[in-house]
């Protein structure tokens, strides 16, 4: 079990408890540590402990993004208060960094997204070679109250429920690029991996028994690639 340093590392907007930048508390075995003349709102205290219990412990789970998320921020949205929490050896007093590479995935920025749907073009034709955006694997969806353009893309799930749900085993990981990869032969089109998916990001089309699922084009993902605004980002938004 890790111990940790939780900083005030930031503060973007106002604080009248008040934190200070380089305000800390220690987190060892089951003690919080408040170093004399320091203190700690209770308030940003309470949004900090749903995680620090996970991250003093050592998780070996696929796609875990806790020991890669350093950064969290109090409740207060006029705080804007940051904090970021190190995981400190318990022998040798030294920061820990998390080593392990997570595989990248497609992320999104839909504040950067125009509609263009550029995207939607080149996965149809990269992956049926016709140029519809119903052959797309990303979907670009429309909030017409937020004015937004929003992609919608499988999120490579860890634990994805998708590959639970396939009654035939035809959803598989690609070991190159760990996207799900769908075998055509053993897919009956039951449609179960597209009822299980929580975003929506499966699709099935006419004429078409199989599903529609982003198999991040063997690592050189084109959506990506020719999205003029960087909305889509390939990488594995570990760090923060």
């Known amino acids: 079990m890790y111990d940790l340093k939780v900083v005030v590392e930031e503060i973007e907007g106002f604080c009248d408890m008040p934190m200070e930048i380089g305000d800390y508390f220690e987190v060892k075995g089951g003690k919080l540590i408040i170093p004399e003349g320091k203190h ?6 309470q949004s900090l402990m749903t995680i620090i ?6 998780l070996a789970e696929e796609n875990d993004w806790i020991p890669y998320t350093k950064r969290l921020t109090c409740p207060d949205p006029e705080g ?3 904090f970021r929490i190190d995981r400190m050896d318990p022998v040798t007093g030294k920061k820990v960094e998390a080593t392990e590479k997570r595989p990248p995935r497609i992320l999104v920025d839909e504040d950067k997204c125009t509609g ?3 995207c939607e073009t080149v996965c ?9 955006p ?13 004015g937004k353009d929003i992609p919608n893309i499988c999120r ?5 429920p998708c590959v639970k749900a396939c009654p035939v085993g035809a959803l598989i990981r690609d070991e190159k690029t760990n996207a799900i990869i769908v075998d055509q032969k053993k897919c009956i089109g039951c449609k179960k991996c597209t009822e299980a998916c929580p975003f929506d990001a499966i699709n099935f089309i006419e004429k078409r028994e199989a599903p529609l699922i982003c198999d991040l ?3 050189e993902v084109e959506c990506v690639n020719i999205c003029p605004t960087e909305a889509l980002r390939f990488e594995n938004g570990g760090g923060n």
């Open 80 to 82: 804007r208060v940051i």
């Open 124 to 132: 149809s034709f990269e992956n049926n070679g016709i140029f519809t």
């Open 116 to 118: 263009c749907r550029s």
């Open 217 to 219: 084009c063997e690592g």
């Open 53 to 58: 219990p996970a991250k003093q412990r050592e």
């Open 156 to 160: 490579q799930c860890g634990d994805a």
């Open 40 to 45: 700690m709102c209770i308030w940003a205290l």
């Open 134 to 146: 119903v052959y797309s694997r990303i979907k670009v969806e429309k909030d017409e109250e937020e």
